[in-house]
Each structure stands twice: as structure tokens, then as C-alpha cells.
């Protein structure tokens, strides 16, 4: 029953994967504001999703809080670049650079989530925990706005 849980998220991951070569190859600056309002449309629901239900449930088992904590200050991470990349015109040079940057930041995440994430999720979720997580998770999901989540999302109490 994991399996669900971690297929779906690395569905997700993998969407966001392709939004982000779409972005990167993208020269037109017009085309390159729709790129990035795809990427955000992937980005945002998942990782607000991911505040509400499973980064909950590791931080309330004591051997998985560090890693729940450390992702969700990731994701705040990712909101800060995110923000500042959507303030910076797509005509401007720098523009490149902060997509790569935020691309960076988001595969260290990914890589962090599918191995010490996935691993907490097996050693401290029972299955019917997980898979209740994954019902949440897609709920979430479906009724999040693309909206950054200010005083939303699970920030881990900080
Ligand atoms: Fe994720
Ligand atoms: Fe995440």
C-alpha cells in the first residue's frame, strides 16, 4: 500500500520535472510567463498538499521529525526563489539563472523526499496510515488554488 502513496507522488515529481525543461527551453518571453504559471499550477497544489498531510504525520512520530522539518523548510525555500523569479521579467538575462536555480533547489528536494521521506514513511506509517495519506493527499490537491500558501500550509511551527 505504500507503493499508491509513493507512485502518486512520483507522478508528481515527474510532471514538475517536465515543466521545468518546458521552462528552461523556453526563449519567448511571453511563452515563458505561461511556462512558469504551468509550473506553479504543478508545484504549488503538491507541495501544499504535502504541508496538510504527510509532512504532519512524520513530525508527530519523533524519529521522522527532523526530516519532515527539514522538508518543509525546503518548500519554504522553494516559495521564496519561486516568488522572486515571478517578480523578474522573462526579457531580463537573469531570468535563465533563477530558473536554474529554483530547478536545482526542487530536484535536491525530490531526491531528498523519494529516498529519507519514503524511508519514514515506510519504518514509521503503518499501510492504513499511508494509505489515508494518499486520500488526504488528493483531496488536498483538487481543492488547492494555485496560490502560494502564506499562513496556510504546515510550516513545521517555525
Ligand atoms: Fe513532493
Ligand atoms: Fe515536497
Not at 19 to 46: A, C, G, I, M, N
Amino acid at each position: 500500500m505504500y507503493e499508491d502513496l509513493f507512485e502518486t507522488l512520483r507522478g508528481d515529481h515527474h510532471d514538475i520535472k517536465d515543466s521545468f525543461q518546458r521552462l528552461r527551453l523556453e526563449k519567448d518571453p511571453s511563452e515563458r510567463v505561461k511556462r512558469l504559471y504551468e509550473l506553479e499550477t504543478k508545484l504549488l497544489p503538491h507541495m501544499i498538499a504535502e504541508e496538510r498531510t504527510l509532512y504532519p504525520a512524520l513530525h508527530e512520530k519523533e524519529e521522522a521529525r527532523d526530516d519532515a522539518l527539514e522538508a518543509a523548510a525546503e518548500h519554504n525555500a522553494v516559495r521564496l526563489v519561486l516568488r522572486d523569479l515571478a517578480e523578474t521579467p522573462a526579457n531580463e538575462e537573469i531570468f535563465s539563472a533563477k530558473v536554474k536555480v529554483l530547478e536545482e533547489m526542487v530536484e535536491h528536494h525530490v531526491h531528498e523526499e523519494e529516498s529519507a521521506i519514503f524511508d519514514n514513511v515506510r519504518r514509521s506509517l503503518g499501510s492504513s496510515e499511508a494509505a489515508e495519506i494518499l486520500k488526504r493527499f488528493r483531496d488536498e490537491k483538487v481543492n488547492t488554488p494555485c496560490q502560494p500558501a502564506e499562513g496556510k500550509g504546515w510550516h513545521g511551527g517555525y
